[in-house]
Every structure is written in C-alpha cells, then in structure tokens.
C-alpha cells in the first residue's frame, strides 16, 4: 500500500505504486499515475491526468499539472492540452509550477519557483534553475543548464548542451503584440553546446550557433555563428572558441 500521511488528499481514481510515500495536505486528483519509489511532499497539488515515473521527487507546494488561464486571442492558445508527463528520477523542487502538456525527460531538475508551461518540453538531465520560466510550446534538449531566473521564450529551441546563464533574456515578437492574430512568434534557436553568459538578451529570431560564446550582458541582434564569440551592445565578434574549449574536452 501507498503511504499516504493524515491529511493528504488522494483521489479514488488515482493510480499510485505500492512504494509510494505522500505527505501532509498534499492533493492528487482523478486520473494522476504515480510510479514506484516517487515521494510527494507537503502541500504538493497533483492536477488530474498528470504521469509521475518511478523514483520522482516532487517537494513541498509545487503545482503539477497546471492548467493555463489565457486571454482571448492569446499567442499561447492551442488544441486540446493531454497531461503533463514526468519519467523516471525527476526532481520538482519547492513551489515550482508545471502545466498541463508539458513533458520532463528522465533525471531533469525544475528549481524552486520555476515554471513549466504548456506543450514546452525538457529533456533528460536538464537543470532549469530557481525561478527560471520555459514558456509555451518551447523544447529544450538534454544534459542542458539553465541558471536563476531565466526567460526561454515561447517556441524556442535549445539543443543539448546549452549553457544559459542567470537572468537571459529571450523574446519572440518584434511587434511586441501589434501583429495579425496567429502571426508566427519567432523564438530564438540555441544550437548544440553553445553557451551565453548572464544578463544577455536575444532579439526574435536569432540563432546562436553550435558551441558559439554569447558573454554576459551582450544584446544579441543577429545570428553568431558556429564557435564565434560575441560580446557588447549590440553585440560584435571578437573571436573564435578554440579547440581546447570545446564541449568533448570538457564533458
């Protein structure tokens, strides 16, 4: 039997292993799978539909499974939203919020406070740091860390082994709102390894290539290549990264 503390709500038509441990005040609706080994901590909220896999941690008052509450004509509205889906070994740490949609990839860390929406995916052994938001239908890859207080904006692309730094910036709408209804929003794209330093910001759109060196507080108003190293307002290139530096060298 499932250990479950006075005072937790559990719904009759969820589904949890026989191992799993829930703590005070914490509610899990209709319809939520939890797998075996996982432990919900105190005053965590469990939204129906939501998969939790095996040996999942999910720490006090965060909110899984969130359904969103948009403004007619939102960018981020879309089809009909399925659950949010946890695998294996995935750490939710202190109120941090994800939605409906959304998937987490095996071994991920969602920091503190942070917030996942929907159909935004994040892949196995991710960091995304305290406070830190993934917004709608963006993807981010494997093995990537995202520090304090980060903005991946909607529809984003970050591969595997990005590097963004505390407090980047991203934005997806050069109208800043003054557009036709369903124009495309324009994310920027993060292409394998490439790393940018705090309190950068990205204009809509731009790319930053494979294994490219964006430095702290840079504003980024076109694409960098592949392995350039840009810095300053707007920002320039200066250099190239060297082999030495490379992520091979140093995973």
């Given at each position: 039997m499932p250990d479950v503390a006075r005072g937790a709500e559990?719904?009759?038509?969820?589904?949890?292993?026989?191992?799993?441990?829930?703590?005070?005040?914490?509610?899990?609706?209709?319809?939520?799978r939890v797998g075996a080994g996982t432990r919900i901590g105190a005053g965590a909220v469990i939204r129906a539909g939501t998969e939790i896999g095996e040996r999942c941690l999910i720490e006090e008052h965060a909110v899984l499974g969130k359904r969103p509450r948009l403004r007619p004509g939102s960018s981020a509205a879309g089809g009909e939203l399925g659950g949010l889906v946890l695998e294996a070994d995935v750490t939710v740490c202190c109120g941090a919020i994800l939605y409906a949609g959304a998937a987490v990839g095996a071994a991920a860390i969602i920091g503190d406070q942070s917030q996942l929406r929907e159909r935004a995916k994040i892949g196995a052994r991710s960091v995304l740091g305290r406070a830190s938001s993934i917004d709608f239908d963006a993807h981010v890859g494997a093995h990537v860390l995202i520090q304090t207080g980060v903005y991946v904006t909607g529809g984003s692309i970050v591969?595997?082994?990005?590097?963004?730094?505390?407090?980047?910036?991203?934005?997806?709408?050069?109208?800043?709102?003054?557009?036709?209804?369903?124009?495309?929003?324009?994310?920027?794209?993060?292409?394998?390894?490439?790393?940018v330093g705090g309190g950068a910001v990205l204009v809509p759109g731009v790319?930053?290539?494979e294994e490219a060196f964006v430095a702290a507080?840079?504003?980024?108003?076109?694409?960098?290549?592949?392995?350039?190293v840009?810095?300053?307002?707007?920002?320039?290139?200066v250099r190239r990264v060297s082999d030495e530096d490379l992520i091979e060298q140093w995973a």
């Open positions: 559990v719904a009759e038509g969820a589904e949890l292993a026989d191992d799993v441990s829930v703590a005070h005040a914490a509610v899990i609706e209709d319809g939520v591969e595997d082994h990005v590097f963004l730094g505390p407090g980047v910036l991203t934005t997806n709408d050069n109208a800043m709102g003054r557009h036709p209804r369903g124009a495309p929003l324009l994310g920027p794209v993060f292409r394998r390894a490439c790393r790319t930053i290539g507080g840079a504003l980024v108003t076109r694409d960098v290549g592949n392995r350039e840009v810095m300053g307002v707007p920002a320039k290139v």
